[in-house]
Every structure is written in structure tokens, then in C-alpha cells.
Nanobody, 120 residues
């Protein structure tokens, strides 16, 4: 099982970015998916998680600005739409998924991280 994230970059304050993360290989079932971030000198923190379109959770600093969504089945992709970006959103963003693989192992998987920089 691998998670492949993309979509980071440099954006001005107030701008938008969309991150995506595809899960591939030996997947039986994906439970919760989410995004975390880690700023320089800080611990990794939760950004948002999603079980289904009606079951989502957001960290307070991103509520109302970020939207998490996912595709199931063949695509198995989680997205993070980030609007009204602020300099304090600058961090490396990591996707995470709790996955039951086809060999009946359930564990958390991490993507490789994608850099988001908000600066003028």
C-alpha cells in the first residue's frame, strides 16, 4: 500500500490550493482518511479527517477555510481544498489513511508530504 500526495506549492495570502492523495496497491478497505501538517520547529498536527462526506472533522484554525473530501473505490483519493490561505498555513502537509490491506493487516499509512508555502 502506498499513498502518493501532490498539489502543494507557493501561493499568496488569500489564495487557494488543492491537495490530493491517492492510495494504491493491495487495498481491501479504507477507513478514515485525513491530512496533517508540520511547520518548521513544530509538531505534526491534525488538519482534517473524513470517514464519509457526512462525517468530517476539522482543526479549529482551518474551519470554514478548508474542505476535505474523498473518492472511494477505484480512485481511493482524499482531497484538501484550501481557501483563504494564511502565512501560518505554511507547512509540509501529509496525508494519512487507515487501511485494511488484502493480506488482512490494518494499519495507518502516510504519504510522503507536500510543501505548502503561503507568502507574498
Amino acid at each position: 500500500v502506498q499513498l502518493q500526495a501532490c498539489g502543494g506549492g507557493l501561493v499568496q495570502p488569500g489564495g487557494s490550493l488543492r491537495l490530493s492523495c491517492a492510495a494504491q496497491g493491495g487495498i481491501f478497505r479504507i477507513n478514515v482518511m485525513g491530512w496533517y501538517r508540520q511547520a518548521p520547529g513544530k509538531q505534526r498536527e491534525l488538519v482534517a479527517t473524513i470517514v464519509s462526506s457526512s462525517v468530517t472533522n476539522y482543526a479549529d484554525p482551518v474551519k470554514g477555510r478548508f474542505t476535505i473530501s474523498r473518492e472511494n473505490g477505484k480512485n481511493n483519493t482524499v482531497y484538501l481544498q484550501m481557501n483563504s490561505l494564511k502565512p501560518e498555513d505554511t507547512a509540509v502537509y501529509y496525508c494519512n489513511a487507515n487501511i485494511m490491506s488484502t493480506d488482512w493487516r490494518q494499519r495507518n499509512y502516510w504519504g510522503q508530504g507536500t510543501q505548502v508555502t503561503v507568502s507574498s
